[in-house]
């Protein structure tokens, strides 16, 4: 049994959680739209500065969780108190897709979300130009205002843009999964794929309004340019469907920005955004060596495709296949020397005990959320570079949770009075300034069950907050 290497820690703020709530309706809403179901998923954004103790976004980073047609952002700092930080955006009756992102642009933070009926890319001021007018010889006890601090729906729709899908007017299968990103330049672009199986790149330019153009990704080195939708009717039946799409950007720019798909029949597909073409079609059939795959189609709830890229522009793609007996992750290094693409196989890992819920992978671990048969949250990990590790660093190694809040306290060999203590202080149970408005209601009232005749200070239990 491994132990433990790894704690959750959760982010303990000084202000009260207040969500600012915003209604965009993107025009395109549909009383039908509102009964497509589609996956939760959730995200995280680090600042490039984050690294950087003297820089306004040191330790500063945005999450997210979408939630059929709502996306709730949090913006957490671990060295200063943001102020009105929490935002929930919902697009009216039209559920989002997984593909939001999340991107850093001059003096601006780019949010850019799909959903099954518009595309939309939301403006937010950077740290930076909120406290370019601040000055403080410390960041302790520091305020300072969230990029969130002033959003609602006026001045969304002044820095802000978006674009209704063709295929919402002419009845056209509706888009079930996507990516986005931001270019140089501006421009942001998604990838949409839908259950006829056409995967579609649309760019979204905004410097002379709002321009769009739609291109088609071919399964052979060929795009086709669209001004709208071409119907279902016309098109040949394809029966591979994409289950999921993730993008990289090429740093050496060769190939623009690359873009992986999975699809239904476990064929991974590589574009080329640059160069306007497929440069490699493999499957993941070909490396399962133990035969523990059948050959047939799989839903988009069932496979997830993920990547991540280190510092010197390595990319690790992770599979996930659930198979009757048994959940399997396919761990590939995608290379890309001399213009050519080839797919490395790296290693298979398995799990057999708990249900997936989402994970993802950074440049030598992979981190996988489960749950148990009775529905209790287990965060696994494990390395990803399987052939370089022993056989004990090959295993799966339980991340510790921060337990749930419970209603009832457990004595335990305590007395009543020093497990309530215990819970009370608990670092981030509650706030300094709950606990210092409750000693002074305690040393105003004296009526007490507790025999102390000595005034109690917020700055005596500092220790433990």
């Not at 039908?32 to 500063?60: M, V, W």
């Amino acid at each position: 049994m491994n132990s433990i290497m790894f704690s959750e820690i959760t982010p303990h703020s000084e202000s009260v959680d207040r969500w600012n709530d915003v209604t965009i309706n993107a025009g395109a809403s549909q009383s039908t739209l509102q009964d497509i179901k589609l996956p939760e998923c959730a995200g995280c954004f680090t600042y490039h500065n984050s690294g950087d103790l003297s820089s306004p976004c040191s330790n500063r980073f945005i999450y997210w969780r979408t939630n059929h047609d709502v996306i709730e952002l949090v913006e957490i700092s671990l060295d200063i108190t943001l102020r009105n930080n929490h935002l929930r955006l919902r697009f009216q009756n039209t559920p989002i897709l997984r593909g939001v992102s999340i991107y850093e642009y001059r003096d601006q933070i780019v949010l850019l979300v799909p959903t099954v009926s518009a595309i939309h890319k939301i403006i937010f001021p950077h740290p930076s130009i909120l406290e370019q007018d601040a000055f403080h010889a410390s960041r302790k006890d520091l305020i300072l205002p969230s990029v969130f601090y002033d959003t609602s729906l006026v001045n969304l729709r002044t820095r802000s843009c978006y674009s209704v899908l063709n295929h919402v007017s002419l009845g056209n299968p509706l888009p079930h999964t996507s990516c986005s990103w931001l270019d140089m330049d501006g421009n942001a672009t998604f990838i949409l794929a839908n259950s006829a199986g056409s995967v579609l790149m649309v760019v979204m330019s905004d410097r002379n309004g709002v321009e769009i153009t739609t291109t088609e990704l071919m399964k052979v080195s060929i795009f086709r340019l669209l001004n709208g939708l071409m119907p279902s009717s016309i098109r040949s039946t394809k029966t591979e469907v994409a289950l999921s799409i993730v993008c990289h950007k090429d740093f050496n720019d060769i190939y623009g920005t690359l873009v992986f798909v999975l699809f239904s029949d476990l064929q991974i597909r590589i574009w080329s955004h640059k160069r306007l073409e497929c440069i490699l079609a493999d499957s993941v059939l070909n490396y399962d060596h133990e035969k523990k795959l059948t050959n047939g189609n799989f839903t988009a709830h069932q496979c997830h495709l993920r990547k991540s890229s280190g510092e010197n522009g390595d990319i690790y793609l992770g599979v996930y296949v659930p198979t009757p007996h048994q959940k399997l992750f396919f761990i590939f290094n995608p290379i890309f020397a001399y213009e050519q693409c080839k797919l490395k196989f790296s290693c298979m890992l398995r799990q057999d005990s708990y249900d997936l819920v989402d994970f993802c992978i950074d440049r030598n671990r992979l981190w996988s959320l489960w749950l148990t048969c009775d529905n209790q949250p287990v965060v696994l990990t494990t390395w990803l570079e399987c052939t370089k590790k022993t056989e004990q660093q090959l295993s799966w190694m339980p991340v510790n949770l921060e337990p749930q809040v419970s209603r009832t306290v457990d004595y335990g060999s305590s007395s009543p009075q020093e497990a309530y203590l215990k819970e009370i202080f608990k670092v981030g149970r509650f706030l300094p300034s709950t606990i210092a408005k409750a000693i002074s209601i305690y040393n105003t009232n004296r009526n007490t069950s507790f025999s102390s005749n000595v005034p109690l200070k917020a700055e005596d239990l500092k220790i433990g907050l």
